[in-house]
């Protein structure tokens, strides 16, 4: 059974750092995109940023570009996001996600296979 488990959200004051991890077990996602994803509070889930296999291509939303920073072990199946200078409107529910193909750039929420439970990230003002 494939599962992909959140961890390191929190709160913390704006201008702080969080770093958020995601461990994947059951299947190996060293050939393929895993991403991260959030949801605030009466919005839909976007697309925060995602990486390749290799992590020659990574790819930010405009929102957090700067700011974070994805990054990923093959050798622990675990994908990883540093959050720094955080905003009162980076407050959500952290998700990650897996892409079930190999070598394969998904585009939308929809192509990702796997899902964590999420982990939530407030930013107090």
């Known amino acids: 059974q494939v599962q992909l488990v959140e961890s390191g959200g929190g709160l913390v004051q704006a201008g702080g750092s969080l770093r958020l991890s995601c461990a994947a077990s059951?299947?190996?996602?060293?050939?393929?995109?895993m991403g991260w994803f959030r949801q605030a509070p009466g919005k839909e889930r976007e697309f925060v940023a995602h990486i390749s296999w290799s992590g020659g291509s990574i790819k930010y939303a405009d929102s957090v570009k700067g700011r974070f920073t994805i990054s990923r072990d093959n050798a622990k199946n675990t994908v990883y996001l540093q959050m720094n200078s955080l905003k009162p409107e980076d407050t959500a529910v952290y998700y990650c996600a897996a892409d079930a193909a190999d070598w394969h750039i998904p585009h939308t929420s929809g192509e990702y296979d796997y899902w964590g439970q999420g982990t939530q990230v407030t930013v107090s003002s």
């Open positions: 059951g299947r190996t996602f060293s050939r393929s995109v």
